[in-house]
């Protein structure tokens, strides 16, 4: 009984991730206001309050992210959720590895000039796919995502490059590990044989709002 009650428990945090990613953005902003008065500390920590933010816009309320990742990313007019290899064990997996391994290890290896611009690129990637290629791709005004990634994770990152940003201490390679780094957390998070698989297994189904959210 107690192996399938941790069984249920489990797969019912799987499939309230991006429910459980607003607690954990609230308590990564009291950790940004209250525990460090170091401004790039506070950058990171702020961007990944937004990002963890920008997972509830994308799948929760109003959702709809895989759907149009599935039209737009993938290139396929698969409407059938069921039909993907997508489901919230490989979202919970690719997101909040990619929450880990792009804003919250810079604060766990500060000296490492590559990992905090490896994640300034990705607050201006979400900036360029969620105003302008989702957009143009779907004949929009709005995507999920848009909101928190325009209007959330693009401001942090001007801050970070007017106000902490030194190039002085930069050289070329820092510039292209930073992009390196960047394309190989997104493959493993979003593109590797892992995520595949992962998404492939049962019990873990999209509610209609997190798959379709306002598109369908």
């Excluded at 044989?193 to 709002?209: I, V």
């Amino acid at each position: 009984m107690d192996k399938h009650r941790r069984r249920y428990a489990m797969k019912k945090i799987v499939n309230n991730w991006y429910v459980i990613s607003v607690y954990l953005a609230g308590l990564i902003a009291l950790a940004a206001i209250f525990l460090t008065n170091d401004p790039l500390q506070k950058v990171l920590l702020a961007s990944a309050t937004m990002l963890l933010l920008h997972f509830y816009e994308e799948f929760g309320v109003p959702g709809g992210f895989p759907l149009m990742g599935v039209r737009i990313m993938l290139g396929k007019d698969e409407p059938d959720k069921t039909k993907w290899d997508c489901n919230n064990l490989n979202c919970m997996f690719g997101n909040w590895l990619a929450l880990f391994m792009i804003y919250l290890l810079p604060l766990i290896l500060p000296g490492v000039r590559f990992l905090t611009l490896a994640a300034m690129f990705l607050s201006c990637a979400e900036l360029v796919m969620h105003l302008i290629l989702f957009n143009v791709k779907q004949k929009s005004w709005y995507n999920p995502g848009l909101i928190t990634g325009v209007f959330g994770l693009a401001p942090i990152a001007v801050y970070y490059f007017v106000n902490i940003f030194d190039p002085s201490v930069c050289v070329w390679n820092d510039y292209v590990l930073a992009f390196v780094y960047f394309a190989a957390v997104f493959w493993f998070c979003y593109r590797s044989p892992l995520y595949w698989s992962l998404g492939r297994k049962e019990g873990y189904t999209l509610t209609d709002q997190s798959a379709y959210g306002l598109m369908k």
